[in-house]
């Protein structure tokens, strides 16, 4: 099993915020290897984008363009 950089326990946060009564430990997990792997989709664009305009340094820009040419947000 592969290490994540995202808690888990801030995925149960999250899940609480959207309503849920209880969340099980397999929801919790399942929401976290799905939004690491729409970030990681999205940085790599927002990379892509950075470097495509000349530069090493990822802004906010690039990264909000990105989520939104993914139809993520």
């Not at 995202?6 to 399942?30: H, P, T």
């Amino acid at each position: 099993m592969k290490t994540s950089d995202l808690g888990v326990s801030a995925m149960y946060r999250i899940l609480k915020k959207a309503g849920a009564d209880r969340v099980s430990d397999e929801s919790a997990e399942e929401l976290r290897r799905v939004l690491e792997d729409i970030g990681i989709e999205i940085a790599k664009n927002a990379v892509d984008m950075g470097k495509h305009a000349g530069r090493k340094t990822v802004k906010a820009e690039d990264v909000k363009l990105a989520a939104k040419s993914s139809g993520k947000i």
